[in-house]
């Protein structure tokens, strides 16, 4: 009898196990959305590992798959989405491209500012303006394209598409569109990015100075800290994100105005910006598909930098034979990098070997990525490295099947003493040299690098850096050395 009353308790304890079980199930897949976000690596690879744990486990998340058993990206978006929203702070991750996407569509935000007019006066060479027309132009004839004017608010162009082509005056022919005396740059990013949706590309068209509704009597240190604490603010809130700074020249002839100073006439070169923004998956196929192709490599661009989150994985191969290679060492085939039966040069000891590697898909300039002090090589006896882009002069038949589809050469050089080794080469995350060069604390004269020069270029775009800046490296790969 005893027995028989201890039954129901017995039975609510393996109902309270078994939702227990239950829930850490749901809960593996909580903690690692979580994780993802956290972490800020929000990237396709992270998306699909998150997939992974779903389709593994079909019993318990069946509600997150379809009726063939695969995830349901719409659900999948939704169950995200509520996670992310009740993190503190509360984050956004818009994975919805990842179900797929084919086409991209082209938002144009063209900032009207009173310091941007003089970029497009009837006697200077109008690059500005080419500029936006060449980018509108590189989107194919079938892409939907909306024009914005951006000041102290959004306001939709108010004309057609070919109209806007074919303006010689646009800043005439938009006087009277919103407060032109000053730009609020967090309504414009945050209204950009809230407005984003699957496949769409948005431009950001600006001199990139911070101008702030009254700033009367407000210190320029106290300004830089607001606009790169404002930049961070703004991008941290949506993951996923992918930007592009391109930095370009155009001729200036007009009043400058001055954070702190006197108004003053200069006609001469100023630099100024595309701030290309889209979801990750969206920015790599603008970067790869053939019909977008002079989007991100438009001749004009004089600097450039894409704003990654979390390190990517990079292709790479192994060149058995090579000009540069010293010594004798074999190459094993398999996921990681190894090379047995290693043996130094006869005459110096040392072992010389050389890697192709693909880094197209990091979106970096050639400038970064062949500057060997952006990159941190470890090893027990202190291998060096050296990097060439890859050239169609250097493809034989021999070596076609190593250099096709790769991007730079890894030339690494040590000593051979230790019978095992692991070269590890990565290339710093950082942001680059040219934004410090291109930033300046005093804009009240035309004298010094005036010409070449934004005032707090380096703050706003720090702020960027610092919300997507995901891990400390862009990639990593190590190489481990048997003799």
């Not at 929203?85 to 991750?93: F, K, T, V």
């Not at 996407?101 to 109008?126: A, C, H, I, K, N």
């Not at 040069?345 to 990525?369: H, M, P, Q, Y």
Request: charged residues 25%; hydrophobic residues 35%.
């Amino acid at each position: 009898m005893r027995e028989i009353r201890r039954l129901p308790a017995l039975l609510l304890c393996c109902v309270l196990l078994a939702g227990l079980f239950s829930c850490g199930g749901r809960g593996s897949l909580d903690k690692a959305v979580r994780k993802v976000l956290v972490s800020g690596d929000t990237t396709r690879a992270a998306y699909d590992s998150l997939c992974s744990i779903v389709t593994a486990n079909p019993g318990k998340f069946g509600d997150l798959l379809t009726a063939e058993g695969k995830v349901d990206h719409k659900k999948m978006y939704d169950y995200i989405e509520g996670i992310a929203s009740s993190l503190r702070p509360p984050m956004h991750w818009d994975t919805r491209p990842y179900g797929g996407v084919e086409d991209l569509s082209l938002t144009v935000y063209f900032e009207r500012s009173g310091s941007m007019v003089p970029y497009d006066q009837r006697g200077g060479g109008g690059q500005l303006k080419k500029a936006v027309n060449d980018l509108i132009n590189h989107f194919p004839a079938t892409s939907k394209v909306d024009i914005n004017i951006v000041n102290d608010g959004i306001y939709p162009y108010q004309h057609s598409v070919d109209e806007f082509l074919q303006d010689r005056d646009i800043y005439q022919s938009t006087a009277g569109i919103g407060d032109a005396s000053y730009t609020d740059f967090q309504l414009i990013f945050n209204k950009i990015l809230e407005a984003q949706r699957p496949g769409n590309v948005s431009v950001l068209v600006s001199d990139l100075i911070y101008s702030p509704k009254d700033t009367h009597g407000v210190s320029l240190d106290k300004i830089f800290n607001e606009e790169n604490s404002l930049a961070t603010r703004v991008f941290a809130k949506y993951k996923g994100k992918s930007v592009v700074v391109q930095q370009l020249m155009g001729d200036f002839n007009g009043k400058y105005y001055p954070y702190d100073g006197v108004p003053f006439d200069y006609k001469g070169q100023r630099p100024f910006y595309l701030i290309i923004i889209a979801d990750a998956d969206a920015m790599d196929l603008l970067a790869q598909d053939k019909r977008y192709s002079g989007v991100l490599d438009a001749p004009g661009v004089r600097n450039s930098y894409r704003f990654n989150q979390g390190a990517a994985q990079v292709a790479c191969d192994v060149l058995p034979e090579w000009k540069d290679n010293a010594g004798r060492f074999r190459a094993k085939h398999g996921e990681e990098i190894v090379l047995t039966n290693c043996k130094g040069d006869r005459e110096t000891g040392k072992l010389c070997f050389t890697i192709a590697v693909d880094l197209s898909g990091l979106l970096k300039d050639n400038a970064l990525l062949t500057d060997v002090a952006n990159y941190d090589v470890k090893s027990i006896d202190g291998y060096t490295m050296s990097i060439q882009p890859v050239d169609q002069g250097m493809i034989t038949a021999n070596n076609r099947s190593y250099l096709e589809g790769k991007t730079h050469l890894l030339t690494f050089t040590g000593d051979l003493k230790s019978p095992r080794d692991e070269v590890r080469v990565s290339l710093r995350n950082e942001l680059p040299a040219w934004v410090r060069q291109s930033s300046s604390v005093n804009d009240t004269s035309a004298d010094g690098s005036f010409a070449t020069t934004t005032l707090g270029l380096e703050q706003l775009l720090g702020g960027m850096f610092d919300a997507m800046r995901g891990g400390n490296n862009l990639f990593e790969l190590t190489i481990r050395l048997q003799q």
